[in-house]
């Protein structure tokens, strides 16, 4: 069974292609930061609603994983997995924020490799138009650009599929993943 993960910005389009895929693939369709205790105190400090240091944020990001790869491994047995961010964003998001990349690194040390990971990029302020009114604290233009650049040098390294979804319609971009993923396997 396989475990893939899609990353990218918000507004880059992961959750509609996660599930997507996850529905052709009758795969587990998951994501992060959960639903479950931690998780759920990560979004409200997201919405601005509590604050903390990023050092804390980081920690509750890997605290929250450490917990849901339990349910990945469970659901793995059974059926492919997708999962709508994962450790890359840990380590895009809370490096542009100013946290040591060891430090990300030590704290997700037990975090499960995964098969195939999916980057999707796209034009920040489309990314940015496609969310809406609501912002969170890590929806502002110039934190997002330092975040796509992040991604597109781990994709280098860590060779992910990467697709840019800018004026692309939603068929289109579930076309390039169904192609690309069939390439990888
Ligand atoms: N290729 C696309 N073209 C136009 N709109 C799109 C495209 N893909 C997704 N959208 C729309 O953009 C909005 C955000 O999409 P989605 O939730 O999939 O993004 P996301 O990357 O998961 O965002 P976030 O990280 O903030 O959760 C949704 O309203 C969705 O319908
Ligand atoms: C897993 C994870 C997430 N984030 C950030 C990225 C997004 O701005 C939010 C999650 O919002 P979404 O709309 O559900 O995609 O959290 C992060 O900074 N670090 C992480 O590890």
Redesign the pocket.
């Known amino acids: 069974m396989m475990f893939i993960v899609f990353e990218?910005?918000?507004?880059?389009?992961?959750?509609?292609?996660a599930k997507l895929l996850a529905k052709k693939l009758n795969a587990f369709y998951t994501y992060e930061p959960t639903d479950g205790l931690i998780g759920r105190l990560i979004r409200e400090i997201l919405k601005g609603e509590k604050k903390c240091e990023k050092e804390t944020l980081a920690l509750m990001f890997a605290a929250d994983r450490v917990e849901h790869i339990r349910l990945i491994e469970e659901k793995l047995r059974e059926s492919h997995v997708v999962c709508?961010?994962y450790l890359y964003s840990s380590i895009a998001y809370q490096t542009s924020q100013g946290v040591d990349e060891d430090f990300i690194l030590q704290i997700n040390r037990f975090a499960k490799k995964p098969d195939v990971v999916v980057l999707?990029t796209v034009d920040i302020e489309e990314?940015i138009k496609?969310?809406?009114k609501e912002k969170e604290i890590f929806?502002k233009e110039r934190f997002l650009k330092k975040v796509q650049n992040k991604y597109l040098e781990l994709a280098k390294k860590e060779d992910f599929i990467v697709i840019d979804?800018t004026n692309?319609?939603?068929d289109d971009?579930h076309e390039d993943v169904l192609n690309q993923i069939n390439v990888k396997l």
């Open positions: 990218g910005i918000d507004g880059s389009g992961k959750t509609t292609q709508d961010r999707l990314g496609r969310l809406g929806e979804t692309r319609s939603i971009v």
